[in-house]
Every structure is written in structure tokens, then in C-alpha cells.
């Protein structure tokens, strides 16, 4: 994982990425591999994709349902 420091500029960080999954996912849901494909020109290898999208799960700003196979946005408390 790759966070922001003194070598890693922001704009090559894990966090930068946030913003690209977070966009393709707030009009709909999607399957892991669907949205793999849509935004792979901003990932450099898949392994930075699959981190920025354990991030965005641990911090529990997305969800995977089981049933449908689809990443979804949480539901704000």
C-alpha cells in the first residue's frame, strides 16, 4: 500500500484512488471485474487496484454483497 510521504507524491498514493472507485460506484453498483475494466488505465497493476479497494472496505465506505457479486457504496448513519 502506498500512502502519501516524502518519496510518494498524493497523486500516487492509495488515497488518491479513493476518488476514482468512489465515482464509478456512486450511479450504480458494480461487479468487481466490471469496474476493474472501466477504470484499469488509473491503476498501474492490479495489486493497486485490489489495496485501494481493502482500504475502502476497512474504513467501511464500501460493501460487497455476496448474493448479487456486486461492490456497493454504505449506506451513511
Do not use: G
Amino acid at each position: 500500500m502506498f500512502l502519501p510521504n516524502k518519496t510518494i507524491p498524493f497523486s500516487d498514493s492509495v488515497i488518491a484512488r479513493f476518488s476514482i472507485i468512489l465515482d464509478s460506484l456512486k450511479d450504480k453498483n458494480q461487479n468487481i471485474h466490471s469496474l476493474y475494466k472501466k477504470n484499469k488505465k488509473n491503476f498501474y497493476i492490479v495489486q493497486d487496484y485490489i489495496e485501494t479497494l481493502d482500504c475502502l472496505f476497512a474504513l467501511n465506505i464500501i460493501d460487497f454483497d455476496e448474493t448479487k457479486e456486486e461492490i456497493r457504496l454504505c449506506s451513511v448513519k
